[in-house]
């Protein structure tokens, strides 16, 4: 076989015989001899002093072995997080719940229907107190969600640029002139970015297995960062890193939601060492959302004010983000990230405020995007609203206040951070100058014609991902609250077996983005092997380097450039070899279709197993040289990538009723260079599903109580294949320069661009009805309330 063709081709994904055919290993699927299952009892209420729990009546139950309370785990802390700022989360309720659905003590029993009923036996007299749930309410102080911070508001993100406080100051000033001038328009909007539910396909599940013989913790958990959870129970019970292996085998879905430590994971810890079993948890779906984190939920003004011939002189962004009852991982680092992409693809000043604030509601954190689609979606749609309010095209808007193309590379935002590569223009002209854009155009016009209320939007976005560079340790990227100290770099081990195949073993893992196959591309490139010689391994402790973890779309940009050197260092070596066998110069070796050969001589070549041997018997090696074939490489790139695109949706709207449908959707993304298409394709319309679901059906919604009134399926509706189009894909291709394959990062676009477009395309097709805006998500009768407001 042939593999010129495979790096950047499509190939079958190495994933799917399993997953398919539903031999996949999950947490779940594991059984180890003796193990218990763990049931929590939870609060009904989202605010209420604990006057006291009786656990007699469940410990007389059969099959219960243990019921942990407070008491018992409160020598171990609380719940570690990589960013302190807020009240971390206790394991377990001490004497006062901040969540409905805060666990307040934990069962242990023979399996997890009886932990379950016994769970259900405990009784807990509760003292029910305010909640504050309204951000508004909880970032005006009159109440406290914790008595014992000074404010609601944990921390006020503001740039603009990004960490000057002179540039602020001035660039605050600036506006404040340009609102003077007499030629200028302003439109301001306040919005919702409603809070969203992940809800991966598996939900989360965890093994703690406790071997007190060789002082050992072994750990299954449905986790993106397992080098992290490892360190993080260690430092928890005092153990040597090396004490603990946590092993994350095939996990269905993380979407940032697995980017976390959890309360749950140091509770079977716990629970095993108490018990010399293994103990296991696996969340139900109703459980889900109130023990896994949410997402976004922030209420911001955005205002432009600009010229009515489009040149925009400033941009605002005031705004609240709810962080929930407690910090876990990054909460409140979420709403930073959005900073980095504050200004978007523009060089317009730009002014960015938000404020953390906590409620009484389940913690939010990373969800796909992590900050970066809130961000992009208040400035593309207060920008759609500044086009339409001066009657000037959207596009001829954008190209007039792009950062030019000859900025780059390096070019910095208004906003403070310095990109990589950027070709805005051209991308944006690709999409607007393409035949799909056109049919977008005229199918929009006919309708109307027809009497139909369709319209067409368009946004643009720029992402921050590929997070890696080792100097953002000290803004809160590494592992070292967790034990760790470990910045953010990649680390990738290539090894060429006995038998000339080939192991890869990653620090980072998948979690559906295919990287068994991207990897096997990737090296089979490199090294001139069968794509199907390779094998990638990855997810557990004991056996891969330091990795960091699948997240912000970093695996293929950070750890694939680590693996990328690391078959460049057993190339080299290889090459060695071959020319001692050969009698020819290193530097005259190629490599391919399972060979070395001299440059120009393909008939005089040696074997990959002719090699392997050699360098498996050090006597057969060229003098000094070491025996073996593998290498091992930490990358660390200078700064993170930005992936940037532009979107445009067709939608419908039925004024009767309300009833929005995506009729079309056209992408034109541009990650840097591609490996693998059809993993790219899939990475975006995973992204483009979930993006939008948040514009059209999904929402967490609580009561004033601080009940979450949409825990089911039933109440919290995702997309079914029938509610989406077939997405129409294009790109451009701009190299980033700051790794060495040039990729850029794909797995969280698809979401970033897309909220915003069905949005401004629904407002498109009402326009002519008076609407101006409608918030998050465009369910019938929110639509129908707008277009009866709009007519009043």
């Not at 009240?87 to 023979?110: C, S």
């Not at 430590?261 to 079977?268: G, I, K, R, S, T």
């Not at 929930?324 to 900073?339: E, H, M, R, S």
Request: aromatic share 8%; with cysteine; proline share 4%.
């Amino acid at each position: 076989m042939s593999t010129t063709s495979v790096l950047g081709g499509s190939v079958r994904r190495r994933e799917d015989p399993a997953l398919i055919r539903g031999k996949g290993r999950f947490v779940d699927d594991i059984k180890l001899a003796g193990t218990t299952h763990v049931a929590f009892v939870r609060s009904p209420f989202a605010h209420a002093k604990i006057n006291s729990i009786d656990a007699s009546a469940a410990m007389e139950m059969e099959g219960v072995i243990a019921i942990y309370t407070a008491d018992d785990v409160r020598h171990l802390g609380l719940l570690l997080a990589q960013v302190a700022i807020g009240r971390l989360r206790p394991l377990l309720a001490d004497g006062v719940v901040k969540h409905a659905g805060e666990a307040v003590a934990m069962v242990v029993a023979e399996n997890r229907y009886l932990a379950q009923d016994a769970a259900d036996a405990v009784e807990v007299d509760y003292e029910p107190m305010k909640a504050i749930v309204d951000i508004k309410e909880a970032a005006s102080d009159k109440a406290m969600v914790h008595e014992e911070l000074e404010s609601n508001t944990l921390i006020t993100w503001e740039a603009g640029p990004w960490g000057n406080e002179e540039g602020i100051a001035a660039t605050k000033e600036k506006i404040a002139e340009a609102k003077k001038r007499d030629d200028i328009v302003t439109v301001s909007m306040e919005m919702k970015n409603q809070r969203l539910i992940p809800t991966a396909i598996e939900p989360r599940a965890v093994i703690a297995d406790w071997n007190d013989g060789y002082g050992r913790m072994t750990v299954y958990s449905s986790t993106q960062i397992p080098h992290a959870l490892a360190g993080a129970i260690a430092k928890t019970f005092g153990l040597a890193a090396n004490a603990v292996d946590v092993i994350a085998p095939e996990v269905g879905g993380g979407f940032g939601a697995k980017l976390n430590v959890y309360a749950d994971e140091m509770l079977v810890s716990f629970a095993s060492m108490q018990l010399g079993r293994p103990v296991k948890y696996t969340e139900s779906r109703r459980e889900s959302p109130y023990n896994t984190i949410q997402g976004r939920g922030w209420v911001a003004t955005a205002t432009i004010t600009g010229t009515k011939d489009g040149e925009v002189l400033a941009f605002e962004l005031d705004g609240l983000a709810d962080m929930g009852a407690y910090t876990q991982n990054f909460t409140v680092a979420i709403p930073f990230l959005g900073t980095f992409v504050g200004s978007g693809q523009y060089k317009f000043p730009t002014h960015w405020k938000i404020g953390c604030v906590t409620t009484h509601t389940m913690t939010t954190d990373a969800y796909r995007g992590a900050g970066r689609p809130e961000a992009i979606y208040y400035l593309e749609r207060i920008l759609d609203a500044y086009a339409r309010e001066i009657e000037m095209d959207l596009a001829e808007v954008k190209l007039k206040n792009f950062i030019p193309e000859s900025d780059f590379p390096g070019a910095v935002a208004p906003i403070g951070f310095q990109f990589d590569t950027g070709a805005y223009q051209t991308n944006l002209k690709a999409l607007t100058d393409s035949a799909e854009y056109s049919e977008l155009k005229s199918l929009r016009d006919k309708a109307r014609a027809e009497g139909r209320h369709v319209g067409l939007g368009l946004s643009s976005y720029v992402e921050v991902c590929g997070f890696g560079p080792s100097a953002l340790s000290g803004l809160g990227f590494s592992w070292t609250t967790y034990g760790l100290p470990s910045a953010f770099s990649g680390s990738g081990l290539v090894r060429i077996n006995g038998d000339a195949s080939v192991t890869v073993i990653i620090g980072t893992g998948p979690s559906g983005q295919g990287h068994e196959t991207t990897w096997a591309q990737l090296v089979a490139g490199q090294l001139g092997i069968d794509y199907e010689k390779v094998r990638v391994t990855h997810g557990n402790t004991a056996e891969s380097p330091m990795g960091i973890g699948t997240f912000g779309s970093r695996s293929a940009a950070v750890d694939g450039a680590a693996s990328y050197e690391a078959a460049l260092k057993v190339k080299a070596k290889a090459a060695q070899i071959a020319a001692h066998i050969l009698e020819a110069s290193a530097d005259d070796i190629e490599f391919s279709d399972g060979s070395a050969h001299v440059a120009g001589s393909p008939d005089k070549s040696v074997s990959w197993e002719d090699i392997v041997t050699s360098a498996y018997h050090p006597h057969m090696l060229p003098e000094g040289m070491e025996g073996g074939l593998e290498a091992h490489s930490v990358f660390s790139p200078a700064n993170a990538t930005w992936p940037f695109g532009a979107h445009a949706a067709l939608v419908e709207v039925d004024p009767e009723t309300g009833f929005t449908q995506l009729l079309r959707y056209v992408t034109m993304d541009d990650c840097g260079n591609v490996i693998s298409p059809m993993i790219v394709d899939g990475q975006i319309h995973g992204g483009l599903a979930q993006g939008i679901s948040q514009a059209m059906f999904e929402d967490a919604i609580y009561d004033e109580e601080g009940n979450l009134l949409t825990s089911s399926l039933v109440d919290y509706p995702l997309p079914t294949a029938q509610d989406l189009p077939s997405f129409n894909l294009s790109r451009t291709v701009t190299p980033s320069d700051v790794n060495p394959l040039g990729v850029k990062g794909i797995g969280e676009a698809g979401t970033i661009g897309s909220a915003q477009t069905v949005v401004n395309a629904a407002v498109d097709a009402l326009y002519d009805l008076g609407v101006r805006h409608i918030d998050m998500p465009l369910r019938s009768r929110r639509v129908w309330q707008a277009i009866q407001d709009a007519r009043s």
